[in-house]
Structures are given as C-alpha cells and as structure tokens.
C-alpha cells in the first residue's frame, strides 16, 4: 500500500522535474522568437499547466503499483520551430533546453541533500532528494535518445543536412510506438539507468556523499 509520504516523495520531484522541463522549452523558444508557450499560459511553474491525465498520472500510477517502474510524460509544450528566427538552428537550443534544465534539477536536489545531511537531521528530506535527483537525471538521458518526438530526436535533426533532417522527420508520427518497443526490449535497463547510474555516482562521490 502507497503511504503518503512516499507519495510525497515521489510526486513532489516528478511534478517539479517536469514542470521545469516544459517551461525551459518554451522559455527558450519565446527569447527565439517563437511566443506560442506564453500565449497559451503554458511559460508558467504551475505544474497544473503541464500535467497530462493520462501520461503524467494514470500511467505512472499504474505502472509503479504494478510493477514499480516508473514511465510517464507531460503535456508538451507548444512551440511552433517556424516562428524562430533561425528556424533549423533554434530547433537546438529549444530542444536541448529541457534536458539541461534536468540536469540543472539533479544538481539543485543534491544541494538539498547536502543542506539537509550537514544542518537537519531529516530522512524524508533526503529521500526525495535521492529520488529527485534521479528522476531528472532519466529524464534528461532519455529526452536525448536520438529519437523523435524526444528532445534528442530534434537536436539531431537539426544538426543533419536539410534534405536527411526532412527524411529523419518522418519518424515522428511513429516515435512513440518506436520508444514502447525500445522500453519492452530493455532500453532502460541497458542504455538508460546505465548512463543515469554513472552520472549519479560522480555527483555523489564529487560531494562527498558516497
């Protein structure tokens, strides 16, 4: 049975990792000159904005009772690439944005750790910390599997020749079921967590807290 403050644990870190994640993409895409985000009320921290019922809740939900994996998405945020000034190059830094913000996430939550292991004596504080960091370090390696719709699947695409760029498009209407069918053949267990497990361990060892 779920007690609260394991909800807590979790749904605390997930909603702000994905809420930031979104808001860098449209923040970056609005100083590129593209405003559909901020039109839309979607430029916000609320993560009410960004929460998709059936992929940011039902989903993970489900799969964490059944299995204890979690796997779920937000509402993308819109962004339409042809109002950029440099369409093809800002398609990049847009992309890249909410990853990075991720990666940004990761590092703010084990400072919280570190506050909280150095000034209050709190195992719940650190256990989402724990998760926190975690959650946005998969998010961030598996946004940047070169697949689109996926943050990597774009920033590949902008990198590539126009004509291939076009071509490597064309992937998108199936990326989903692509990214599905990588996930049953063990994407996470061998590209994924991989990477996230380095990553995490230098964090920790570099702060001393391993």
Known sequence: MLDIQTLLIWTIPVLFSITVHETAH???????????A???GRLTLNPIKHIDPIGTILVPAFLYLT??????????????????????????????AGPMSNF????????IILLVVNNIDSQFLIDMGQVGVQINLILAVLNLLPLPPLDGGRIVSSLLPRKLSYQYDQLEPYGLY????LLFLGVFQWVVF???????????????LI
């Open 67 to 96: 299995s204890g994996f979690i796997f779920g998405w937000a509402k993308p945020v819109p962004v339409n690439f042809n109002a950029l000034r440099s369409p093809k190059k800002d398609m990049l830094w847009v992309a890249i």
């Open 178 to 181: 692509i990214l599905l069918g």
């Open 26 to 36: 449209g923040w970056i895409a609005s100083k590129l000159g593209d405003h559909s």
């Open 194 to 208: 991989p990477i996230v497990k380095i990553i995490q361990q230098f964090m920790f060892s570099v702060t001393g």
């Open 104 to 111: 940004i996430m990761a590092i703010i939550w084990l400072v």
């Open 38 to 40: 901020r039109m839309m």
